[in-house]
């Protein structure tokens, strides 16, 4: 099983649309999670850390269930410029590891 | 510009050929990591150097692979007699390790095509 694991898309929404990704993992020893943004072509971005307790940034709001091993990222209000793979993260030993991503693709 | 910056953005090459990637990170960052990602995957981790210490390789990273940081600062990534299965981007990654939770910075990568 991979460490991480999320659906590659591609998410097809609307403008304004609310969209979520999930994403499990493997290790249940992991402390640290994050989510990650990557547009084409270009280095993968910090978009924010994931807390237990949950947490909000503006339109993006990120959630971690341990007793199930996943974590989420809803987007509220999806804009064109939201358009990217959204990398699950999680805080290994020395290093992040990264999930394959999904690929939003917001349309006009 | 005060990110990581990554050395040359493209490499082709010929199978056999040695090919050598430069990182330099953002000055203040003790901690650098190489990853590779192919298209559609996500980044996989190679290498990780805290200072000039090489403190953990992957098992990707086959002996036709040495990365080296020789004073703390820069660091460098070859590929012996290159595989048209190395084509990747190969992209380096800092930050200052302060405590858990640690934000990296990602290069721009160095896209290696192996004809």
């Known amino acids: 099983r991979k460490e991480v694991e999320q659906d590659p898309g591609p998410f097809n929404v609307p403008e304004g649309a609310t969209v979520a990704f999930n994403c499990t993992y493997s290790n249940s020893a992991s402390q640290s999670f994050f989510w990650y943004r990557q547009d084409c072509r270009k280095e993968p971005k910090l978009l924010m850390s994931?807390?237990?307790s949950g947490n909000e940034d503006g339109r993006f709001t990120a959630q971690l269930n341990r007793a199930s091993q996943y974590i989420s990222l809803l987007i509220r209000d999806s804009k064109l410029s939201d358009s990217a793979t959204y990398l699950c993260?999680?805080?290994?030993?020395?290093?992040?590891?990264f999930g394959t991503g999904t690929l939003l693709a917001v349309q006009p | 510009d005060t990110g990581v910056s990554q050395d040359p953005r493209h490499k082709i090459t010929k199978r056999g050929q040695n090919v050598t990637f430069r990182c330099d990170p953002i000055s203040e960052h003790n901690r650098l990591y190489w990853y590779r990602q192919t298209l559609g995957q996500g980044p996989e981790f190679l290498t990780y150097f805290q200072n000039e210490a090489q403190l953990e390789k992957s098992r990707l990273l086959s002996d036709r692979f040495s990365a080296e940081r020789p004073k703390g600062s820069f660091s460098t990534l070859e590929i012996q007699r290159t595989e048209q299965g190395d084509s990747a981007m190969y992209l380096c990654a800092s930050s200052a390790g302060i405590g858990r939770s640690e934000k990296l910075f990602f290069g721009s990568g160095t896209q290696l095509s192996v004809l």
């Open positions: 993260v999680w805080e290994g030993t020395n290093k992040l590891i």
């Open positions: 994931v807390y237990s």
